[in-house]
């Protein structure tokens, strides 16, 4: 896997084009933002004196991960379409794409059901029909991605074996049913409310998966290096 920090990118490369090491590792910033923002928007209820500052510093990182999501997904595509693409690129951390616009869901549903205050006020319409449009996105991303995997494992015959990247599959999955699940009850929207509640088994499920085919990777010893020719022709030396 490419690992790129976007500002290790751009400040740390002297070689440009940097849109080349774009890759679904960037939408982690995007994830910081919005745990930030969903973080502030769940501790409001248990701190009403802090409302006020609690309310400016959801909105103000939701609204900071819904720009950054736009951005990571712009390099994202333009490195898909600019640059040569081996399938073996596309790897599992692809899915954190889908993941944060479940955590921007989950956030914004958050915001959604805050206290009164100007800033949340100002938004609060806003911000649940922008989180319906971002689950909407997130659902038609989930076979998008399968797809994905079907032509790199299936098509063009990548080994399907375990990486410690497995895991990046596993939190998408997971934030896209609670997405459901907290979108539902905000917006009144029993549908979605219910989907979150059955995607959970299948969130579950992959990560039962891929516990399983981690501790067997754990368990089973690895193939052992074959001797070099040279080695397999030098005679042993008398001491």
Not at 148 to 173: K, Q
């Amino acid at each position: 896997m490419l690992w790129r920090d976007p500002w290790a990118a751009v400040l740390g490369r002297s070689e440009r084009p940097v849109v080349a090491a774009a890759n679904g590792t960037w939408f982690i910033w995007v994830v910081a933002s919005q745990s930030v923002a969903t973080a502030a928007a769940s501790l409001e209820p248990h701190h009403p004196s802090a409302h006020q500052g609690l309310a400016i510093v959801a909105v103000f990182s939701w609204s900071v991960g819904c720009v950054l999501y736009a951005a990571s997904a712009l390099f994202v595509a333009l490195r898909l379409m600019l640059y040569p693409l081996e399938p073996r690129e596309l790897d599992p951390p692809y899915w954190v794409s889908m993941g944060a616009v479940a955590i921007t869901v989950v956030a914004g549903s958050r915001i959604v059901e805050m206290e009164s205050t100007p800033m949340v006020d100002a938004v609060r319409g806003l911000v649940a029909g922008l989180s319906v449009v971002f689950w909407c996105f997130a659902t038609w991303l989930i076979p998008v991605l399968v797809a994905v995997g079907v032509w790199r494992h299936w098509v063009h015959r990548v080994p399907l074996a375990y990486e410690p990247t497995w895991w990046s599959i596993v939190f998408p999955l997971g934030m896209y049913a609670v997405a459901g699940m907290y979108l539902g009850h905000a917006d009144d929207l029993p549908i979605v409310e219910w989907i979150g509640q059955t995607w959970l088994w299948v969130a579950l499920t992959t990560w039962a998966l891929v516990l399983l085919a981690m501790l067997h990777a754990l368990i089973t010893p690895g193939p052992q290096p074959s001797p070099s020719p040279e080695a397999a022709t030098t005679p042993p030396q008398d001491r």
